[in-house]
Nanobody, 114 residues
Framework: QVQVKESGGGLVQPGESLRLSCEVSGITSSYGVVWHRQAPGQQRDWVASVGGTGARKFVDSVKGRFTIFRDIAKNTVDLQMNSLKPEDTGVYYC?????????WGQGIQVTVSS
């Protein structure tokens, strides 16, 4: 059974950093991980991703501020978020993708507010 679990959310002030972690269990083959964000009252949007080959992509609004760290041995994909802005507030979801199959975490709240 595949399980995806996010951790590391919380409340921070603008300009501060936060690191989210996504732990994936139950997958033995190569898979990609996508981080999504859903702001209050908004649709869920893609933020960052890392493919099975390690290629990383970021939405323009977070380029230069967010980084992805992948630990193959621990099956974790961390999203390091620096210089956070109030507009980064939302529920962050981790999605593990293997071929046509997708597995979602429950989401974790990130609030950026002074």
């Amino acid at each position: 059974q595949v399980q995806v679990k996010e951790s590391g959310g919380g409340l921070v002030q603008p300009g501060e950093s936060l690191r989210l972690s996504c732990e994936v269990s139950g997958i033995t083959s190569s898979y990609g991980v996508v981080w999504h964000r859903q702001a209050p009252g908004q649709q869920r949007d893609w933020v960052a991703s890392v493919g099975g080959t390690g290629a990383r992509k970021f939405v323009d609004s977070v380029k230069g501020r967010f980084t992805i760290f992948r630990d193959i041995a621990k099956n974790t994909v961390d999203l390091q978020m620096n210089s956070l802005k109030p507009e980064d507030t939302g529920v962050y979801y981790c999605e593990a993708v293997r071929g046509t199959q997708a597995y979602w975490g429950q989401g974790i709240q990130v609030t950026v507010s002074s």
